[in-house]
């Protein structure tokens, strides 16, 4: 009796370890394959990055993303954008958008480490995010390929990418592509659009006072684009003129 409890013991014991190193060989292999598929998804990220290199995106997942919004209200609703080249762009509207974006970005790499922690401290001191520290590569690797939900895993992402711009494309191609896919309004996007929509004439002739009001408007613009003489965004365009002089453009 002694012997067949045993064996019935033994079984029972087997079973489990059998049962365990089954589960952990499936487990593994869920691993694997999750990390193959991360793998995947930042190559075809990688490989679009090298094909915009030398050609122009056609929209965002950010435009993506506001035409559906827009179309839930109108399904005939279109975006308005118009790809306009670098040399086509005023040379003001380039130095505004620095300015008013990103001060430093002919120096860093794609982040402004001093720019995160001073946001960090302000949002930390505010008890919640008012600021925030991302330079004109982030906001692009975040527009052309992620949704406006909040997650670590979207702000580890949104580093992934903009390193892959950073190290593939040039200063001036990052800030070409930029220009030509932000928001500037309820459906424009790209400085051409907004050069029309909001002054009847083309990104190339836009002036400083023209080009700092857009570039004040960027933080938030379909608001602006309902409040065009808000006070607010004409304080910004005065403090932003008073620093063109220093704005460097690649």
Not at 57 to 77: C, G, T, V, W, Y
Not at 132 to 140: A, C, F, I, W
């Amino acid at each position: 009796m002694k012997k067949k409890k045993k064996a019935v013991g033994r079984t029972a014991a087997a079973t489990k370890a059998s049962f365990t190193g089954f589960l952990k060989r499936w487990l593994w292999r869920l691993l694997l394959l999750v990390i193959y598929t991360l793998f995947l998804y930042q190559l075809w990220l990688f490989s679009h990055v090298l094909y915009w290199k030398h050609n122009n995106p056609p929209s965002s997942a950010f435009m993506q993303s506001q035409l559906k919004i827009l179309r839930e209200d109108n399904p005939a609703a279109t975006l308005r954008h118009t790809w306009v080249p670098y040399r086509k762009i005023s040379y003001d509207m380039k130095r505004a958008i620095i300015v008013a974006e990103d001060s430093k970005f002919l120096q860093h790499d794609g982040f402004d480490y001093e720019s995160i922690r001073n946001a960090f401290k302000k949002n930390l001191s505010q008890g919640q995010i008012t600021v925030g520290g991302s330079t004109v590569s982030q906001q692009l690797a975040k527009n052309l390929f992620l949704s406006e939900q909040r997650s670590l895993w979207r702000k580890l992402q949104e580093a992934i990418i903009t390193v892959m711009l950073e190290t593939v494309m040039s200063k001036q191609r990052i800030l070409e592509i930029y220009l030509n896919m932000i928001e500037w309004g309820n459906g424009v996007f790209g400085v051409e659009a907004a050069a029309q929509h909001y002054f009847g004439q083309s990104a190339a002739s836009l002036t400083k006072y023209q080009a700092t009001y857009l570039a004040a408007m960027v933080t938030n613009p379909r608001f602006y684009d309902k409040n065009r003489n808000s006070q607010h965004l004409m304080k910004k365009r005065n403090v932003l003129l008073g620093r063109m002089h220093s704005a460097k453009i690649p």
